[in-house]
Structures are given as C-alpha cells and as structure tokens.
C-alpha cells in the first residue's frame, strides 16, 4: 500500500502490533533499549498518546485486543518462569494472570463475544475465560498446534471456537 507513516522514532524493537477493534490503539510489544525486558505499549494510529501499558519486568509478546477495546490480553513471564496469559486494562489498571500453566502459554485470540482467550500450550490450542477458569483442550498435542483464531460470523449451527 500507500501512505505508510512511522509512528515512533524509538530504536529499540517493536513488534507484533496489532489494531483496537475500535480503532483508536495499536498495542505492540518493545523492547526496552539495553536490556532484554519487553513490555506492551500502546499508541494513537496518529503517533500521539503512545504510553507503556505493563510493567512486568520480563518479557511480554502478543497483544491482543478484547472485543470492546478495554482489555489486552498477552503473554509475558517474569525471569525464568514459563510464560502465562495475562490481562491488563487500557488504563494500565487491572493486571490479571490468566493461566496457571507449567508449561508456556502463547498467542492469545478474544473470543467475538469477549468470553474466552483461544491460546497455544505445550503443542495444544487451549481455551479459558478472561477469569482463569474454565480451561478446555481443542487440539491435541502431537500436532503441534499454535496461532488460535476465530471465526467472526461462524455458520447457523456451528459453534465458535
């Protein structure tokens, strides 16, 4: 396309962003310069507003939007420990760890209706709601599954998953 604008001026690593359902954010995962810590930011499509949202002093990739733009969910760890899902409000507010795995826990996808985050685990794309319940295994280990995603108008009668 055309009409590509740089919205930071930083050199240091930023990746994986990805756009607010309604349009007014783009969260993305930066490195901070000298150190391995990444943490999730966020900016205006203009390039105004950009604020670090999480501050976990670790690592954190994959933000992922929640339906009603309030909420990211992405995956980050602290240290050596295996990498979790975590939740965090657009204000910064409200950081919740989702899963309690002991195995890395990658790649989280919101559900269209907000009620579950579709994510990659030990081979298997798992799902559990946004409060840390509910854990269910979709695929099995042996494929190797990873990237979750959902159909956003699934078919009359086919379920969303």
Same mark, same amino acid.
């Given at each position: 396309?055309?009409?590509?604008?740089?919205?930071?001026?930083?050199?240091?690593?930023?990746?994986?962003?990805?756009?607010?359902?309604?349009?007014?954010?783009?969260?993305?995962?930066?490195?901070?310069?000298?150190?391995?810590?990444?943490?999730?930011?966020?900016?205006?499509?203009?390039?105004? $507003?950009?604020?670090?949202?999480? #501050?976990?002093? /670790? %690592?954190?990739?994959?933000?992922?939007?929640? +339906? @009603?733009?309030?909420?990211?969910?992405?995956?980050?760890?602290?240290?050596?420990?295996?990498?979790?899902?975590?939740?965090?409000?657009?204000?910064?507010?409200?950081?919740?760890?989702?899963?309690?795995?002991?195995?890395?826990?990658?790649?989280?996808?919101?559900?269209?209706?907000?009620?579950?985050?579709?994510?990659?685990?030990? $081979?298997?794309?798992?799902?559990? #709601?946004?409060? /840390? %319940?509910?854990?269910?295994?979709?695929?099995? +280990? @042996?494929?190797?599954?990873?990237?979750?995603?959902?159909?956003?108008?699934?078919?009359?009668?086919?379920?969303?998953?």
């Amino acid at each position: 396309g055309t009409g590509g604008r740089r919205l930071t001026t930083d050199l240091a690593p930023e990746i994986e962003p990805a756009w607010s359902p309604d349009g007014r954010w783009i969260a993305y995962s930066r490195r901070l310069p000298g150190t391995e810590i990444r943490e999730i930011w966020i900016v205006h499509p203009d390039g105004s $507003g950009r604020r670090k949202l999480t #501050d976990l002093q /670790g %690592a954190t990739y994959a933000p992922a939007w929640s +339906p @009603d733009a309030k909420t990211v969910a992405f995956s980050g760890r602290r240290g050596t420990k295996p990498f979790q899902l975590y939740t965090i409000g657009v204000d910064g507010k409200g950081l919740r760890r989702v899963t309690q795995a002991a195995e890395d826990a990658f790649e989280p996808a919101w559900s269209p209706d907000g009620q579950t985050i579709a994510y990659s685990r030990a $081979g298997s794309i798992m799902t559990i #709601d946004p409060g /840390g %319940a509910n854990v269910s295994v979709l695929t099995d +280990p @042996d494929g190797n599954d990873s990237s979750p995603d959902w159909n956003p108008h699934p078919a009359e009668g086919e379920e969303q998953s």
